[in-house]
């Protein structure tokens, strides 16, 4: 059996890696040629900061699958980075859509005048709504929260992010170690454990996500969010559960039970994916908005096109013109472009971070803190009591006395 399906990876991985690699090829350099034209015209870049490292996500994955493919000593290691990679893809897309809704200030000022429109419904409403749990408020009714939404829609995309890298690097180790087991469903292995964890972090994740685009929907549609949104989950959910799938059916042999078989499958798989990715993200992130600039930033005008459009009113019969004018940006150095992703993209990220790492460790300080006053509590009490039964036994002496 075993002889048989190594015979099988053996026939079939020459026209895989020939086919797989064509579609990676063809996924990258669409991709880079989008990024580029990005960073060529880098006129908005509260945005374009975070569109760039959601586009990158295509040839990180083409070509870590591709070279996995090609050689199965590097899966482990490529599988690793692609995790790594996509837990800071799913973050940059989060914080793509606050920066088109006028950055993190005015999210927070929208939530809370969101939040207080349902209050206007009457005193019965907002007695109501005080007395419902904030979990089943974020559950059911997102936009009550406020400022709070916002909250726990960062903590939910950073968890995530510092979790899959931890994971990562954990599997990496147990690997090492030969007690990692990958595609092994047996509790004496860490995979199935890290698959859990990651599967209810990505899910809490992705459902953070989902409550917040529920709630600002309204205000982004000038950019389309449905297509955008759809285009990156279907990447991240797709490929996830697409590895989970592919492990199950070769654990109950469905397909082959070589190792090697299964996760050169995957890679083949994500090659062909990201080539369809790559044709989507030319319509779902396209860069010819940011070709034009508004008329204030005079600094970078190069030219100017006028349209005109003739609208005949309802009544009347006469014609009304109407001109819009573009301003051309000029090209921004890329060198520049990429230095500020990096370095203000950067900051922001560990800024987050440490923000969530400071968020998920003060109930645990405040739990810790609890214990040592309640036990410090019950040490006075016995030391009370104890000076009471001394007293108490000297005053006993000193009758008898």
């Known amino acids: 059996m075993r002889e048989r399906e190594a015979s099988t990876y053996r026939d079939l991985h020459f026209p895989a890696s020939i086919i797989g690699g064509s579609f990676a090829a063809v996924s990258i350099c669409l991709s880079v040629f989008l990024i580029l034209q990005h960073l060529r015209f880098y006129t908005n870049p509260s945005e374009q900061k975070w569109i760039v ?13 591709i070279i996995s493919l090609s050689n199965a000593k590097f899966s482990l290691p490529c599988d690793i980075l692609r995790n790594c990679y996509e837990a800071f893809a799913l973050y940059s897309f989060g914080s793509y859509l606050v920066a088109c809704l006028g950055g993190e200030r005015r999210v927070v000022e929208l939530l809370e005048n969101e939040s207080r429109e349902p209050l206007l419904e009457g005193e019965a409403n907002e007695k109501k709504q005080k007395q419902r749990n904030p979990f089943w408020k974020f559950l059911c009714e997102p936009y009550v929260l406020g400022r709070e939404l916002f909250v726990i829609e960062k903590f939910g995309l950073v968890q995530y992010m510092i979790l899959k890298t931890f994971c990562a690097f954990l599997a990496f180790l ?9 595609g092994e469903f047996k509790w004496y292995y860490g995979y199935p454990y890290i698959v859990v964890v990651l599967n209810f972090s990505q899910m809490w994740a992705l459902f953070c996500l989902v409550q917040f685009y529920n709630v600002t929907h309204e ?16 990447i991240v959910f797709a490929t996830w559960w697409q590895g989970f799938g592919i492990a199950l059916l070769c654990y109950y042999g469905v397909l082959p039970k070589e190792g090697r078989f299964q996760n050169a499958l995957q890679d083949f798989l994500i090659c062909i994916e990201m080539a369809i990715a790559a044709v989507a993200h030319l319509f779902v992130f396209p860069a010819e908005p940011y070709h034009y600039i508004t008329v204030l930033e005079c600094g970078k005008i190069t030219a100017e096109t006028s349209k005109k ?7 009347g019969g006469g014609l009304v013109e109407t001109i819009e004018t573009h301003v051309e940006a ?11 992703i990096v370095m203000d993209g950067g900051q922001h990220v560990v800024k987050d971070v440490v923000l969530t790492i400071n968020q998920a460790m003060g109930p645990v300080e405040k739990g810790v803190t609890k214990i040592q006053d309640t036990f410090q509590q019950k040490l006075l009490d016995s030391d009370g009591k104890e000076e009471t039964e001394v007293t108490v036994e000297t005053s ?6």
């Open 330 to 340: 000029s090209g921004t150095s890329i060198k520049e472009s990429v230095q500020d």
């Open 53 to 65: 490292p959601v586009l990158f996500m295509v040839p990180v994955y083409a070509t870590e699958s």
């Open 174 to 182: 147990l690997e090492l170690l030969g007690v990692y087991g990958d």
């Open 219 to 234: 205000r982004l549609r000038e950019i389309k969010p449905l297509a955008k949104f759809i285009s990156f989950k279907a």
């Open 396 to 401: 006993l002496e000193q009758k008898d006395s």
């Open 309 to 315: 459009t003739e609208v005949k009113p309802d009544e």
